[in-house]
């Protein structure tokens, strides 16, 4: 009942685990942290505790609903020479539209099955989503760490429900499909993906346009591949994505004006522009004085 609630609602997919202990992660997230790959991102070494057991996030916690939406689009910016944003920014904010399908499907819970107790999770909270994702079947963790789906590639956004109730599980994890294929580790512009599996935050070209707070390090000039928020490569290139299919979510269309931006449009991009053409978008994450600095920097010589 719950997945063809899911569904209806418009996510791609929707698996099911116990609520645990993440046994095998505990390790890899030390090693990461100790090795810096978080850059400045010194929230990821905050609550390691609940980032490895929903129990001590949710009171009673049984189960973990992991859900997938599609983003994936055709659309392009129309000037090819413009700075470019990841897909999954076109639209509309996805923490709006997707927290607002995850609280209609917990009431449906709630309403079919009496009073269940949760919370809905979406990318802003210490929960592991790619491997809450990986340990219900949706996929596999890539090479570029991203999680991968053989019917759908890897153009869509993870989310959970953490309830109190005991539910049916998914116990067939999906087995890796990667085989010898290297394609996201050659085509990565700033040698982020240092080893299979293996992602150094700190030199991400989405880190680097969203998620860094002070000016970009020199040594990436040149490097960027003209890309001013996030950056799509090591999907652009993944195999598997040539099975993606389009988004049907209306609220992931582009903003009209977004993508007939010039080059020169965006070199003289106003804070009004901004504030019209972001309004509801997760771009906002970066803000106004950001978007600058990381078109400024891909200009400079």
């Known amino acids: 009942m719950i997945k063809r609630e899911a569904q209806k609602l418009g996510f791609l997919f929707c698996g099911i685990s116990k ?6 992660e505990a390790p890899r997230l030390e090693a990461w942290l100790s090795k810096n790959m978080h850059g400045e991102m010194q929230y990821m070494e905050n609550h390691f505790d609940k980032r490895l057991d929903p129990r001590l996030l949710v009171d009673g916690a049984k189960s973990v609903i992991s859900l997938g939406i599609n983003y994936f689009t055709d659309n392009q910016q129309h000037d090819p020479s413009a700075p470019k944003i990841s897909k999954y920014a076109y639209g509309m904010d996805y923490h709006t539209v997707i927290k607002d399908k995850l609280r209609q499907l917990l009431q449906i819970i709630n309403e079919k099955i009496g009073e269940v107790g949760g919370r809905a ?22 090479k570029n760490s991203n999680l991968l789906n053989k019917k759908a590639g890897s153009f869509f956004f993870l989310a959970e429900l953490i309830i109190d109730l005991e539910l049916e599980y998914d116990i067939a994890p999906t087995a890796d499909h990667c085989g ?3 394609n996201c580790i050659d085509a990565c512009p700033t040698d982020a993906i240092v080893g299979p599996y293996v992602v150094d935050g700190s030199r991400c070209i989405s ?4 998620e860094l707070k002070n000016e970009i390090p020199q040594e990436f000039k040149g490097k960027m591949d003209n890309w001013m928020f996030g950056c799509d490569v090591c999907q652009d290139v993944c195999p598997w994505n040539r099975f993606s299919v389009l988004n049907t979510e209306p609220a992931f269309s582009p903003h009209p004006e977004l993508l007939g931006l010039k080059a020169a449009d965006w070199q003289e ?8 053409v972001f309004k509801n978008s997760a771009v906002k994450r970066t803000k106004f004085s950001g978007l600058k600095r990381n078109i400024d920097f891909l200009k400079e010589i």
């Open 180 to 182: 010898t294929c290297t």
């Open 269 to 276: 991009i106003t804070q009004d522009i901004f504030q019209k």
């Open 19 to 24: 609520a645990e202990f993440l046994e095998d």
């Open 121 to 142: 999770f979406v990318d802003s909270a210490p929960v592991l989503d790619k491997a809450w994702a990986k340990k219900a079947g949706l996929g596999w963790i890539g």
């Open 207 to 210: 880190y680097l346009t969203i």
